[in-house]
């Protein structure tokens, strides 16, 4: 399913419960007060349509990308937020308990503390979530404690908004729009479920063993090799990535986002390059061979399989190395005959990982290398500084070089410099493939 | 059109379509809003 007919189902979600409330035919109020309902029905329709935009959810994330829909999650979720917020306050007709008579909530707007507190809550709970969101990295929570309190408050959010609008809305007293707000619901705790529950539980069935933790580089870089503990298939392509989970049950929130640095034709074994960066990061050089590990994926875009280019230059910065790691090994496995280059960048030498596979690989496979450093060491045949457009335009300004296809990987500065300077060499943005695991 | 689109980074696209999205919905929601005015 192409990317074009997801936003349609999308939108068609997102503006389903506007749509229904527009066709009862009520007459309408003042414009500020069909304000008001229309904010809040939209929020709460983008809130539910969210939990579709995860990027676990691979049955939208494998077609756009993990690291777009998770920008989308974000970018809806503050518009959702503001439409939220303001929408108690845009109301200008009385607030009392409805008279009987007034069957269509014509006169008054529903003011009853049964059918408002789910809606305070809901109120109070989703710019709180949200602001937690974006200052995650400031406020210091670990990792698991964050995500915890990201999945129970968007389920609570959308318990509470959806009982708030079937007792308050003027729209939502109409059957067939709470049957719509039931059913978006439901798909909206099921994607959540499927997540933080059914997944953790296929885990189970599919538990991993690390077989080894070498380095990779001098300076805090690991190589982490899984073997299955039991009797299963892992099938992934070259370049993608998985949640990985050592040490801990599947359902303890405790897994990370890894590139897989492996090829899969080398076997049921699975790698991982890891360098020392975060909570869980700092202990990887500690784990010890044998110990239990748990895999959610293979996840992500970032594959050379599909394309048909003829040349394919892989650009990394940094850990950024660990899909290139898994493509070259891969192309050079399969006896791929096309032409591949690889940019390395690295700020001093001792950063760079697997430096003799790669010149070997250079070797046998005539891999194009180059390493690109800021501190570079006295004799090293190497660029210097950072991977600039000059960089570029000299090992790919050709007019040829404008069909291959570009694999980018690194820190996101580095990602879009590369990625704007390939396009203004000529590249189109689809010959263009990018992963990233910061998403800000 | 196509051309232009080929030319953006990831990064205006994603905010093209944010944008569009927005535009979207809140067009929707002016309609709801007004369409005791037609």
């Known amino acids: ?440 | 059109m196509t051309e232009w689109l080929s030319r953006l980074p990831l990064r205006r696209r994603i905010a093209l379509v944010y944008a569009a999205l927005n535009a979207l919905g809140l067009l929707a929601l002016l309609g709801f809003a007004l369409r005791g005015l037609f």
């Not at chain 1, 014509?106 to 809550?121: E, R």
Request: aromatic share 10%.
């Open chain 1, 1 to 440: 399913m192409p990317a074009g007919l997801l936003i349609l189902l999308y939108l068609f979600a997102a503006l389903l419960p506007l749509g229904l409330a527009w066709a009862q035919g009520l007459e309408p109020r003042s414009i500020a007060d069909e304000l008001a309902s229309g904010a809040g029905i939209l929020a709460l329709a983008v809130i539910l349509a969210e939990f579709l935009l995860l990027g676990r959810y691979r049955f939208v994330a494998r077609r756009v990308g993990t690291d777009i829909v998770m920008r989308m999650h974000q970018l809806l979720a503050r518009g959702a937020a503001i439409l939220a917020v303001v929408h108690p306050f845009l109301y200008t007709t009385r607030r009392a308990p409805a008279p009987d008579w007034d069957v269509n909530r014509q006169f008054f707007v529903m003011n009853d503390f049964a059918a408002i507190w789910p809606g305070m809550i809901a109120w109070l709970l989703l710019p709180a979530l949200v602001l937690m969101a974006i200052g995650r990295n400031a406020l210091g929570y670990r990792y698991e404690t964050w995500r915890l309190m990201h999945g129970l408050g968007a389920a609570l959010i959308a318990g509470f908004g959806v009982l708030h609008t079937l007792r308050a809305g003027r729209y939502s007293a109409d059957p067939a729009m709470g049957y719509v707000w039931l059913a978006l619901l439901g798909i909206a705790l099921f994607a959540l479920a499927y997540v933080y529950v059914l997944t953790p539980l296929a885990q189970l069935r599919r538990p991993w063993t690390v077989a080894s933790v070498t380095p990779a580089a001098d300076e805090r870089t690991w190589e982490v090799t899984l073997r299955p503990a039991r009797d299963f298939t892992f099938r992934y392509r070259a370049g993608q990535f998985a949640w990985l989970n050592i040490g801990h049950l599947p359902f303890s929130l405790s897994d990370n986002p890894f590139s897989i640095s492996s090829a899969p034709s080398a076997g049921p074994e699975v790698s991982f390059i890891i360098k020392e960066l975060g909570d869980f990061t700092r202990t990887i050089g500690s784990i010890q061979p044998g110990t239990r590990a748990y895999l959610d994926g293979p996840h992500g875009h970032l594959t050379v399989a599909d394309h048909k280019a003829p040349g394919i230059a892989l650009i990394a910065g940094g850990v950024g190395i660990a899909p290139m790691m898994g493509i070259l090994r891969e192309l050079h496995a399969k006896g791929d005959t096309r032409p591949t280059a690889l940019i390395y960048g690295n700020r001093s030498e001792s950063q760079i990982a697997h430096r003799d596979e790669l010149a070997r690989l250079a070797r046998e496979h005539g891999t194009r290398l180059t390493h690109v450093l800021c501190e570079p060491p006295a004799g090293m045949a190497c660029e210097l500084g950072l991977i600039t457009p000059e960089i570029l335009r000299d090992h790919f300004g050709n007019a040829e070089h404008r069909a291959w296809l570009y694999v980018l990987c690194g820190p996101p500065a580095m990602m879009e410099a590369v990625e704007e300077a390939l396009i203004a060499l000529g590249v189109p943005s689809s010959n263009i493939l990018s992963e990233r695991f910061s998403y800000d």
